[in-house]
């Protein structure tokens, strides 16, 4: 039985995860989370014991010093709790570690332990993958889950994966194993410019997530870093000219899938976050800025493949 002390009673708590590693190109589902904890200030209030989960030669700990004091900082899971305001306001239980060398079931069920205790009625986790799309475009998001009702309520599709999976996918496993509600969003990242950070993608995860869960999360610097991070990336394309002929092919690909559906519902998606921005105390939303390329670097798309679950 996990014992918690110091944790208020929650509202209408949701779980949202991320590790580092196999499921987290770019770090932009890791990103994500640490964004979350940033702009609500996030207080942990948890942490797995790092030896039941680590090999430590493979995610060495770090040393620090401290007031003078030699200290060292154990690669873990932690979890803390933010609460996001508005007409509805509701907690959210961030859980951000690196994914597990050992002992994956445990982990589940320990983590799962944690949301059982404090009444979580959603698992949503995030992961990042390398795929064949363009910089240049809004970003893919696809959110998948493996519960038909919850899919057709929540527009999500049903997962189809077969093949190798990390910790996102054993997670969710363990959550329908529960009968935990659980959803995974999943961001595309080109895979010819995968080194982090990618803060376009972890913008889209966010959008992605805003949308999913009908609440406001404040963007920061983002939206600039993202503008920032893709002329980079131009500039980059445009020294080679074989890269540059291959993101012209992307482009070409991704624009020929996308012609049919004129994207409405990516339209009123838009519009809708649009409002949410305005009506938030204190808000000042604006239309997202496009980017060179004609989409917005703010834009999370919803046409996602590949993703493991």
């Known amino acids: 039985m996990i014992e918690l002390e110091g944790v208020p009673e929650l509202i209408d708590p949701v779980m949202v995860a991320a590790f580092e590693g196999w499921n987290d190109a770019g770090d932009a589902a890791s990103t994500a989370v640490a964004h979350l904890e940033r702009e609500f200030k996030g207080e942990v209030f948890a942490a797995l014991d790092a030896e039941d989960y680590y090999d430590f030669q493979v995610n060495r700990p770090t040393v620090f010093m401290e007031g003078g004091v030699r200290k060292i900082t154990w ?6 709790v933010v609460r996001v305001g508005g007409d509805k306001p509701r907690d959210l239980v961030l859980v951000r570690g690196i994914e597990p060398s050992m002992r994956w079931r445990s982990f589940c069920n320990e983590l799962l332990g944690f949301a059982h205790e404090l009444g979580v009625e959603l698992v949503v986790v995030l992961g990042a993958l390398l795929g064949d799309t363009p910089h240049t475009r809004p970003v893919p998001v696809s959110g998948v889950t493996s519960d038909t009702d919850l899919a057709q309520r929540m527009d999500l599709e049903e997962t189809k994966y077969e093949g190798p999976t990390g910790i996102v996918g054993v997670l969710q496993e363990a959550c329908a194993h529960a009968g935990v509600p659980a959803v995974s969003l999943w ?20 959008n992605r997530l805003e949308d999913l869960l009908d609440l406001r ?3 920061g610097e983002l939206p600039e870093d993202a503008r920032a991070w893709q002329v980079g990336v131009d500039q980059l394309a445009a020294e080679d000219s074989e890269v540059a002929e291959y993101v012209q092919t992307l482009e070409e690909a991704r624009d020929t899938a996308e012609l049919p559906e004129a994207s409405g519902e990516a339209i009123a998606r838009e519009f809708e976050r649009y409002l949410r921005r305005r009506d938030a105390p204190g808000g ?15 834009d999370d798309g919803d046409e996602g493949d590949g993703s493991e679950n």
């Not at 961001?187 to 966010?206: D, I, R």
């Open 187 to 206: 961001a595309a990242v080109p895979h010819y410019v995968s080194q982090p950070p990618n803060p376009k993608a972890t913008l889209a995860l966010l």
């Open 284 to 298: 000042k939303a604006r239309p997202s800025k496009p980017d060179t390329a004609g989409g917005s670097a703010e």
């Open 75 to 80: 690669p873990t899971t932690r979890l803390s």
């Open 217 to 219: 999360i404040p963007q």
